[in-house]
């Protein structure tokens, strides 16, 4: 059974930073490229950042340079940095890998809020 459990979020405001985690359980995870995700109030779940097995790491545009995802393989864990953070930014996040339709399990996700 896959679980994911993030952790991190909270209230900040405009500019501050966060650092979420992501603890994966039952899957490989070196195998998986994973993605950070995001849902804002009445908006569709949307891919922020992903990071392949291997490293290999891409953003949607909003917050390149921004944030920084990376993960421990050997911790079965996925961080995302949020540095320089908007209201915009304000949402639930949440870890999965891309292949998530495998198992289609999400966890509780972590509310990150940004004050302006």
């Known amino acids: 059974q896959v679980q994911l459990e993030e952790s991190g979020g909270g209230l900040v405001q405009a500019g501050g930073s966060l650092r979420l985690s992501c603890a994966a359980s039952g899957i490989i995870f070196a195998a998986f490229a994973m993605g950070w995700y995001r849902q804002a109030p009445g908006k569709q779940r949307e891919l922020v950042a992903s990071?392949?097995?291997?490293?290999?790491?891409t953003y949607e545009d909003s917050v390149k340079g921004r944030f920084t995802i990376s993960r421990d393989n050997a911790k079965n864990t996925v961080y995302l940095q949020m540095n320089s953070l908007k209201p915009e930014d304000t949402a639930v996040y949440y870890c999965?890998?891309?292949?998530?339709?495998?198992?289609?399990?999400w966890g509780q996700g972590t509310q990150v809020t940004v004050s302006s």
């Open positions: 999965n890998a891309l292949q998530y339709y495998l198992w289609d399990s």
């Open positions: 990071i392949t097995g291997a490293g290999t790491t």
